[in-house]
């Protein structure tokens, strides 16, 4: 069995699982936000029970309109604080909080092993981790918060191996780009994608939650890595709960491997309206943009800030460019700020901003006007996704957009550092 | 059960941003989401749409985020049935668990011009553009998504496994 069916076969309390089946797994986390909360709240009520099957495996983080931007998200976030108060269940407020998908890993709420599913499609981000974890909607999560298990079809497994090493600038959103652009947005449709490779084991993990994170930007259900040291170091370090290691047999069949070469791989900037629109640095040309952020469960943790401080550090950024940075959580804030991250920025002429979702998905701070352009490390491209119908939104890693802030056009790091 | 409305013709990757942008997602009214519903990809569809019209899409329909919203906004707008070459996963369930009906059928879309009007039949999953005069068959679900849409979806469904096998754990 693949990794993701070990993991399935385990949490369905059987021997053996293959792909195509539909088996009953029990959850060790299942997670909700201000978005998608009410309505699982409003569908949890439906159902009659009183209580979650566990409070401690029940985490509600408002991050996608908070601080609330409005009176309606506002309501939002009230009715899950109240729910999440009255239930008990893990909840953190603003002010201790974050992007839910830095936030979990970060305060140790997922270990190695886990089944995790969420109300929100990034969860798939925790398989950075060595666990099972996929999006759903809110009707999903009503039902698996009431019982603590869900149905799911064991999926594929496309098994994806990155040769060689990562040139400099080189990381995981650039990986993720590249796979993306190769398969298209919907050439992992149902499947885990399972990473690996030497480039993969010299990855850090802040990388490897940027590629999980983007897996369901190809269409997969899952992306999972297999725990290594790297992975251990960081669960010990934060996460208080039995973790289990598990390791794909040496004849697992996978639907397909494919392996890539990425020693010579440029920056890969995704143009408008798709993930999978991704260019080499080489061929972008000239585009001038109007703004950049830096944040998001993509590309919000303190590696990214790091990367884009290199960049930004005793430089201004362009007159006609409104540079937003938004560390993922207060950690990731505060470790930004002892470091002296956030000052860089501040006298750069960047906005530093409170964690949230915000402009990733066109709620606030940061809306774009027709006709405007902007780099951002986040994970969609739609149209409209940050605004006007007719604003544009280009993909990158965070050392690109550093270095566009700088310019005032889409540019690779080495231009401005060279 | 039968539908009969005129088709909205889409191509592939229609995305839940397209579908219901996240803008407007303060809210979870599926009549105040339905006013914005496919605004930003197709300005006329509020104009145009009649109840029981069907979405008719290529490949990957509804990819993109979790968000009920998504098959919430398009019911409220008057759609009737969503058929598609393929569905995004989390699509697919949300449409399955809230009561959205949606076919698979590749020949069904390519044989399908903005405009004409078509019938299906649920149970069966039979097809007919009465315009061109042609039938098709839908996928068939697999036995336990019947399982689930004869419950009335996944909350009824749940309410029954846990009241009848009391505590699952
Ligand atoms: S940062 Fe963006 S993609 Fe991530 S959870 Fe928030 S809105 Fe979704």
Redesign the pocket.
Known sequence: MTLAEKILAAHASRDRVSPGELVNVKVDLVLANDITAPIAIREFERIGVDRVFDPRKVVMVP??FVPNKDIPSAEQAKMMREFALAQGVVYYEVGQAG???VLLPEQGLVVPGDVVIGA?S?TCTYGALGAFATGMGSTDIASAMACGEIWMKVPPTIRFVYHGRLPRWIGGKDLILYTISRIGVDGALYAAMEFTGEAIADLSMDGRFTMANMAIEAGAKAGIFRVDDKTLDYVRARASRAYHVYEPDDDAECNTTVEYDVSRLEPQVAFPHLPSNARPISQVGTINIDQVVIG???NGRLEDLQVAAQIIRGRKIHPKVRCIIIPGTQQVYLDALRRGLVEEFVSAGAVVSTPT?GP??GGYMGILAAGERCVST??RNFVGRMGSRDSEVYLAGPAVAAASAILGRIAGPEEVTN | MKLTGRAHRYGANVDTDAIIPARYLNTSDPAELAQHCMEDIDSEFLNRVRPGDIIVADTNFGCGSSREHAPAAIKAAGISCVIAKSFARIFFRNSINTGLPILESEEAVDETDPGDILEVELATGEIVNVTKNKSFRAKPYPDFMLELIGAGGLIEHTRRKLGQGGDTQ
């Open positions: 991050d996608h992007i839910e998908h929100d990034h998001s469960c993509t979702c990733c998905l986040t994970n």
